[in-house]
């Protein structure tokens, strides 16, 4: 691979030597730039990111050449414009190499010390940023010691033309910094001004609290001219050292109103235009387009987006848009292509170069960039428009969606149109759905049918995608429209065809002689209009979950549910909250068609409103009171094994060989692997599932595990909502089949869900850190068991709770385990619940420390007691003179085991033995790892009379079996058995996984079910099942033989 890219750099030296560009120290004149010369601007995260951390990242000469090589006239890198010695470096390598450079600076600081209270962000809802004010001294002063140290590197350093700045939130809040801030600093000011006296109002009803005082326009123009204020004061600064030293600033001032109005007009001169750097054209757009669709969405995008910043009439400022690698199917030939097309529109294009590994993709990426920079400086636009060269990195008869095309159509369904009108019926009204969509159809006749599509959307992309399937999950057809179009087909009365729309668009149907459903099972999404919702409750139902949400207080709406006899039931409101979840008793008057009117609110727009319906129902609903079709998913759905899609097969992150291994154990009936449940259709930033534990009530097993943004917190996305601690799913054939997940914060009160905040309040500290309320259940991490009599247990982030009919129902125990009648501090617990006959159900683990206080360990074994089902809790505890985590416990011969990770190094397990009302005896094993070790699974193989273990290693991402004799259990010498599986990539880098805690051992079909989560520590992240002999001796030949 080394002599493969020094080749590439090579041909690049030619290319580039042909124009006269690639000479040492030899550069055009800055003030050519995003004229005469295009704007090639890369911001590298790739070449320079060689080594172990970010202490040894360095903007090497070899990097800075091979830059230049590939045609890019500016190189930014992304780490190190904090260290102004850094920064003079790189301009003088960049000056001897013959290029441009600007150092990268966030257009944020970051504020999490006890010194930035009351000088922090504040949106208009009262939420606090963790980023300081733009009205802080503090903020200016970082400022611009920093700006004006990079103006005067600039003034001798001629390679050095300006500094990058990125005004992107990564905290609460709009996504661009800033707006109106409504902290103390500015507010008290404002109020000094008015000559007001003091008064106390919180920051979350300032804003409301301006406009009713008729205040609020001043407010505003009192803080942007303070915002201009300091700018001009700044540029005043720059200008004393280099007059013509630029600001890039992403994003554009369409995002951000402190860009808009204060940065664009007053740090941008003559001399020293602003750059607007627009990221509108990073990838691909969403859908599977055609790489000819998505250049063409993205230049609409462009024009769009461009015209939208002229309109602000804003002086002295050019345009380039970016290209970001690391997005979906955003392929080397598509960031080639892009780059002219950008270039032949504005003033030239940046790159978020990010996603490419240096030694393997990289080269690809560099050779198209190359292929695109000479065409740009050669005025060769059209090469963006050339017939594609290189396969699309999807099948182009396959459009992507969320929702997982071929999961969707694996599901098996009932379908039945309605043919009597339902007494609720009112006429179609327009109406505007966005993202994307599944749609399930039946025709009426046997003939051509047209379905017509219109997309409103006229200020965004204006491609949308579809793709139209039969019942068979064959592609009948496929295309793309930019305003509106007619899909037709030749179709079969009675047949079942599932239409899936993508893109960022808003659409209304037209389906002629047919009666459809819309799939709203995670969510439906209205925007602007609306038309009634019509969908069915079946008559087994006595109460169902509806809720609406929508931005308020700008975005509101109103609703009336009507019942099949067209009874007004209940209104729900989004006006004073964003939120309105009710719980509807529909026990006599159940059956039918009941609808759904949502309306403008008295205040506020009607714009974005989400509409979710409870797992009590199908979750499809219909537009057209003529054209019902009631569609019933069936409960289990088909699990795949390993001849699994691409999805599971990029999350496992295995080798072909790995899968080889598999097909063949599972041939001889010893191993099996399958997924059980994956992010294919994630809510929001909830795309991580983990953590599973499992138990089992007579034949059905059932697991629960967590659904949230991630395992590492920087680059995983917002908390919300949409964050579940408790998600059930059932089987009854041993995991072939699974049903839908369950939320068990689905039988939890509103208030209960919500109690201290949306985020539990053991993982405030990780995923809302300014969040300090002490209201919630103390409980980290989650452990589940059966009772003797076949009850289901389950403890997690939301408290206790229980299924007395393995699983089908549950109950919440609102008042177990949490703050005001738990007076202990929060404690983490192992992954399994035993219910002792003397001393009832218990729970293990030890203290975690408060909210305040993350990850504050004790040297503690404590032992949760319950003697009334789980209604409520004792505890008993005992020093063991280690931080021990996460103990996995077993009951033999009388006596409690455990096997426990050591975290005083997070290095090794030890074991522990315990009877009740004694102090455990700690044994030291040989379970040592270099770093990183992880919860286990520990249980009695009936069948070898052996203890086994599944551990995971994740230093190189394994997992293995291991055994030992009960009666050398104090000797804590374990044998290594063999391994279960061997993923690629670096644990917490850009792999994660497994915690095969808490599997199930099913002594009647001779068998063990472990249950592991595997995927990306920020990103996507699936449950599977390992499903494994119980005959250890051949499972372990067989493995054993398998691996080199």
């Known amino acids: 691979m080394k002599h493969y890219r020094t080749t590439s750099v090579c041909l690049f030296l030619l290319a580039w030597g042909s124009l006269g560009l690639c000479e040492e120290g030899d550069m055009p004149s800055s003030r050519q730039l995003g004229r005469t010369d295009k704007f090639r601007v890369l911001v590298d995260k790739v070449l320079m990111q060689q080594g172990p951390d970010s202490k040894t990242w360095r903007m090497k000469d070899e990097y800075i050449r091979e830059i230049r090589d590939a045609g890019f ?88 033309i300006g500094v990058f700045l990125d005004f992107e939130n990564y905290f609460k809040g709009k996504s661009a910094a800033y707006d109106l801030s409504y902290d103390d600093i500015i507010f008290q000011a404002f109020i000094a001004a008015q000559n007001m006296k003091a008064i106390a109002v919180a920051p979350k009803d300032r804003h409301a609290w301006l406009a009713e005082q008729g205040l609020h326009q001043k407010f505003a123009d009192f803080q942007i001219d303070r915002w201009r204020t300091k700018c001009r004061a700044l540029r005043q600064a720059i200008d004393a050292v280099n007059p013509r030293f630029q600001l890039f600033v992403y994003p554009t001032p369409v995002e951000s109103l402190f860009i808009q109005k204060a940065v664009a007009q007053e740090l941008a001169t003559k001399q020293a235009p602003m750059v607007i750097a627009d990221w509108r054209t990073y990838g691909r757009p969403p859908g599977a387009m055609t790489s000819k669709e998505g250049l063409l969405s993205n230049r609409l995008y462009l024009e769009t987006k461009l015209n939208a910043n002229r309109e602000f009439d804003l002086p002295h400022t050019m345009y380039i848009s970016g290209i970001d690698p690391v997005l979906k199917h955003t392929d080397p030939e598509f960031c080639g292509r892009s780059a002219a097309m950008i270039s032949e529109k504005v003033d030239g294009y940046w790159v978020f170069y990010e996603g490419p590994q240096y030694k393997t993709t990289h080269p690809n990426y560099f050779r198209w960039f190359a292929r695109s920079n000479r065409a740009i400086v050669e005025g060769r636009y059209a090469f963006w428009k050339a017939k594609r060269e290189t396969p699309e990195p999807f099948s182009t008869t396959q459009i992507t969606h969320p929702k997982n095309i071929q999961q969707v159509l694996s599901e098996p369904i009932t379908v039945h149109p309605l043919v009597d009108m339902p007494e609720t019926a009112e006429p179609l009204r327009r109406y505007e759905l966005r993202d994307d969509q599944h749609i399930v159809i039946q025709p009426k006749v046997s003939e051509r049918l047209r379905i017509r599509l219109f997309n409103r959307n006229r200020k965004l992309t204006k491609i949308l995608t579809y793709a139209l399937y039969d019942s068979e999950g064959r592609q009948v057809v496929r295309g793309s429209l930019v305003d509106e179009t007619d899909v037709h087909f030749p179709a079969t009365a009675g047949e079942t065809y599932h239409l899936f729309l993508t ?6 149907l037209q389906i002629h002689d047919a009666a459809y459903a819309i799939d709203g099972r995670q969510n439906l999404h209205l925007r602007a209009y609306t038309t009634p919702l019509y969908f069915h409750v079946s008559a087994e139902v006595n109460s169902f979950t509806l809720t609406m949400r929508s931005g308020a207080p700008g975005e509101t709406a109103v609703a009336t549910l009507f019942d099949p006899q067209n009874r007004s039931v209940a209104a729900l409101r989004t006006v004073e909250q964003p939120i309105d979840q009710q719980t509807i008793d529909c026990r006599g008057h159940s059956n039918g068609y009941w609808k759904l009117v949502v309306d403008k609110a008295d205040q506020g727009a009607l714009d974005d409103v989400h509409i979710e319906f409870g797992p009590e129902l199908t979750g499809y609903c219909s537009l057209e009171p003529g054209k019902l079709l009631l569609v019933e998913p069936a409960e289990a759905r088909p699990a795949r094994t390993t001849g699994m899609d691409p999805f599971a097969r990029k999350l496992l992150g295995v080798t072909e060989s790995q899968l080889s291994v598999w097909r063949k154990g599972e041939e001889l009936g010893l191993i099996e692997v399958a997924p059980v449940h994956l992010p294919v259709n994630p809510p929001g930033d909830c795309n991580h599932y983990g953590w599973p534990v499992a138990t089992m009530a007579k034949d059905t097993l059932l697991v629960m595990h967590r659904r949230i943004p991630g395992h590492r917190r920087d680059g995983a996305g917002e908390p919300s909502d949409k964050m579940s601690y408790g998600v059930v799913l059932r089987s009854t054939d041993g995991g072939q089949q699974w049903s839908r ?85 929060i404690i983490n617990i192992g992954p399994r619940i035993v219910d002792d006959p003397q001393h009832g159900l218990l729970v293990f683990g030890n203290w975690f420390g408060e909210v305040d206080e993350y990850h504050k360990y004790s040297k503690q074994l404590v032992a949760l007691r319950s003697r009334d089902g789980g209604k409520t809790w004792q505890t008993e505890e005992h020093p063991v003179g280690f931080k021990q985590y996460e103990p996995a416990v077993l009951h033999h011969n009388h006596q409690y085991l455990f096997v426990t990770r050591d975290q005083n190094q997070v290095r090794s397990h030890r074991q522990m033995t315990w009877l009740p009302g004694r102090k455990p005896r700690v044994t030291q094993t040989n379970l040592v790892d270099p770093r990183l070790v992880d919860t286990v699974d520990l249980s009695f193989n009936p069948e070898t009379g052996r203890l086994e273990m599944v551990r995971s290693e994740r230093h190189h991402m394994q997992l293995w079996l291991w055994s030992i004799d009960p009666k050398n259990w104090a000797t804590g010498q374990w044998r290594r058995e063999c391994r279960l599986m061997d993923r690629e990539g670096k644990f917490y880098a850009d792999a994660d996984g497994f915690h095969p805690a808490g599997a199930v051992v099913d ?30 001796p051949k499972l372990a030949e067989f493995l054993n033989a398998q691996t080199p």
């Open 73 to 160: 006239n500016v190189v930014v890198p992304r780490y190190g414009g904090e260290d102004l010695a850094r920064v003079r470096d790189v301009a003088r390598r960049s000056q001897k190499h013959g290029i441009r450079y600007m150092p990268w600076l966030r257009g944020t600081l970051h504020a999490y010390y006890k010194n930035s209270d009351n000088k922090r962000m504040i949106w208009e809802n009262g939420v606090e940023s963790r980023m300081y004010s733009p009205n802080a001294d503090a903020f200016w002063q970082w400022w611009t010691r920093l700006i004006v140290g990079y103006a005067k590197i600039s003034a001798e350093e001629k390679s050095m």
């Open 741 to 825: 997940p369950y939320d068990l914060r689905n039988c939890m009160t509103p208030e209960d869900r919500v109690r201290g905040g949306i985020v539990p309040l053991s993982h405030r500290a990780k995923f809302d850190p300014t969040n300090k309320s002490p209201l919630g259940y103390k409980v980290h991490l989650h452990a589940i068991g059966t009772t003797r009599d076949g009850n289901v247990i389950a403890v997690n982030n939301h408290g206790v709770f229980r299924s007395d009919d393995a699983g089908h129902t549950w109950k919440h125990f609102s008042k177990a385990l949490r703050e005001d009648t738990f007076a202990h501090p």
């Open 1003 to 1032: 002594t009647k079909r001779g068998l063990q079910h472990v249950f592991i989560y595997v995927g990306h520590p920020n990103g996507p992240a699936g449950v599977f099942r390992i499903t494994r002999s119980l005959s250890t």
């Open 503 to 508: 893109g960022p668009g808003f659409y209304m």
